[in-house]
């Protein structure tokens, strides 16, 4: 039974904004990412997995148990960092941590004080007074501090800095590496490539592409850029027939996709032209994203 199911999840707010028959599966130890502009439906899916928002119709489900009607049991066994982060009212990070500690039953603090140091926040400042990089923090720690099965991110490196980014992605490299079922939402593609399994692609509510990130990695189509060093180099070698993505005269520079069978014929047709510099472009998840958009 998968960790997550999502069957024909259906949320019509009108006016064509909510999601509409989403239909996804994650199982258990998977790292599942989910990217789509603003307004695409991320946060509304995530909502729903955690009881917030009832489904107009169809149905959310963890370790088989109902997101709206078991919301309660669910969240004992979730660590969720909300898309939009609103603390209750607590002088200090310290005091709201230790809040959280108190509901979830949490009596060893150690694997917190851990996070905290990892990602170098300082919860003893005063929480309304808290920057946007500090207050992530705190809900990524208090996400996180009971070590929980599942976890789902919504957008969690919202206001943190590049470095944060990276300490972040150890993080949850980290946690994958326990077996940790992980749903992430988030726009940061490389963050998305350099620790999920797999991707859904979410578009005005609907989803519309569920790919592997090895299947973005070992793309069957490679893309070169090419700079001749003539002119007339240049012009022979756009009259070939390949498929150009880009021209750039003024560089004498093209830009190339060839499929992995060509890729033989495509170097040898090479050695024809006087050739500056060659080189592969790599093939990434935004780039997929742009396509599938």
């Keep these: 039974m998968p960790v997550i199911q999502i069957d024909h999840l ?38 729903h997995l955690m009881g917030f928002l009832k489904p107009k119709s169809g149905s959310s489900k963890i370790n088989g148990m109902d997101c709206w009607n078991d919301s309660a049991k669910i969240k004992k066994s979730v660590g969720y960092i909300p898309g939009e982060i609103s603390f209750p009212d607590a002088p200090t990070g310290t005091a709201f941590l230790q809040q959280q500690a108190d509901l979830l039953g949490l009596t060893d603090m150690s694997y917190a004080d851990s996070i905290i140091k990892k990602l170098q926040l300082d919860p003893t400042a005063n929480l309304k007074r808290m920057s946007k990089g500090m207050k992530q923090k705190t809900a990524i720690v208090a996400a996180f501090m009971h070590d929980p099965e599942i976890l789902v991110l919504d957008e969690p490196t919202t206001g943190l800095d590049p470095l944060m980014r990276v300490g972040f992605v150890d993080i949850l490299n980290d946690e994958k590496k326990k077996g940790k079922t992980i749903f992430m939402s988030s726009h940061m593609f490389e963050e998305v490539e350099d620790t999920c399994d797999k991707v859904a692609l979410i578009k005005e509510g609907k989803l519309i592409s569920v790919i592997s990130t090895d299947e973005i990695k070992h793309n069957e189509v490679k893309t070169f850029k090419i700079e001749f060093d003539t002119p007339k180099d240049y012009e022979k070698f756009r009259e070939e027939s390949l498929i150009f993505e880009e021209l750039r005269e003024e560089q004498n ?34 780039k997929y994203f742009k396509s599938q958009y």
């Design 253 to 286: 520079q093209v830009i190339v996709n060839v499929n992995d069978n060509d890729i033989n014929k495509f170097t040898k047709l090479l050695t024809a032209y006087s050739v500056k510099f060659f080189t592969e472009i790599k093939y990434s998840l935004e």
């Design 10 to 47: 259906t949320k019509d707010y009108g006016a064509g904004r909510g999601v509409f028959d989403i239909n996804l599966s994650i199982e258990k130890g998977e790292v599942f990412g989910f990217v789509g502009t603003n307004g695409a439906g991320k946060s509304t899916t995530l909502r």
